[in-house]
């Protein structure tokens, strides 16, 4: 299972774009990345999921390089309530899901 | 958007008591899921359920714990003989079936145990 590392903690100010980077230097082949948003006392929550190169939905865009090694969560213009802790997820293993540390990402006015 | 629904949102327990954890998957999903998060860690997996049966399950995951969908809509955690560390947030998550779909999380039912 591939080990994912992610800064502790970001602070931020509304209207920036955040950029959080995961590293996973053990990724294999058939691995998927996906990130997840926590709020404090709710589950977490599917923000997006790539394989490969750029991934965009409504909420945030994911970059992943050639050799899958690390990517990037790319958050367009955040606002206070995008204060949360994000997760970065690497697996190709559906039945077991499992969390790293996460980054807690802190919005400033 | 469908929801995992959870009950009850707390429960209180004192230490040795068993405690039931119930959650209602969203209707269609075939894999259901059991994480717990102490306060101020990160989220923890504890055991994968398909076609009724374990499909996955983490070293915390011992047999204390026991999981069971009795019917065709709820999905049950039973925690034996509980014990002041099993204190936490339990997550329950489900997703449709296909390989890289999402997963679907409750809110929780945070559990004191005391």
């Known amino acids: 299972l591939a080990k994912t590392t992610q800064p502790i903690s970001m602070d931020s100010y509304e209207g920036q774009e955040v950029n959080i980077t995961c590293s996973h230097n053990?990724?294999?082949?058939?691995?998927?990345i996906t990130w997840y948003q926590q709020f404090p006392s709710q589950g977490p929550r599917f923000i997006i999921q790539?394989?490969?190169t750029k991934v965009t939905n409504e909420v945030a865009s994911l970059f992943i390089p050639a050799d899958r090694k690390s990517s990037t969560l790319s958050l367009p213009r955040v606002s206070l309530s995008d204060t949360a802790v994000y997760y970065c997820?690497?697996?190709?293993?559906?039945?077991?899901?499992?969390f790293g540390s996460g980054t807690k990402l802190n919005v400033k006015p | 958007e469908p929801e995992v629904t959870q009950t009850p949102s707390h429960q209180v327990t004192q230490m040795g008591q068993e405690v039931i954890l119930r959650c209602v998957p969203i209707s269609n999903h075939l894999y259901f899921y059991w994480y717990r998060q102490i306060l101020g860690q990160k989220v923890e997996f504890l055991v994968s359920f398909y076609n009724n049966e374990i499909s996955e399950k983490s070293e915390i995951f011992d047999d204390q714990f026991s999981v069971e969908r009795p019917d065709g809509s709820n999905f049950t955690l039973k925690i034996r003989s509980t014990k002041l560390e099993d204190s936490a947030m339990y997550f329950c998550?489900?997703?449709?079936?296909?390989?890289?779909?999402?997963?679907?999380f409750g809110s929780g039912t945070q559990l004191s145990v005391l």
């Open positions: 790539g394989y490969k």
């Open positions: 997820l690497v697996g190709d293993n559906f039945n077991k899901f499992y």
């Open positions: 053990n990724i294999a082949t058939n691995d998927y």
């Open positions: 998550a489900s997703r449709p079936g296909q390989r890289n779909e999402k997963l679907f």
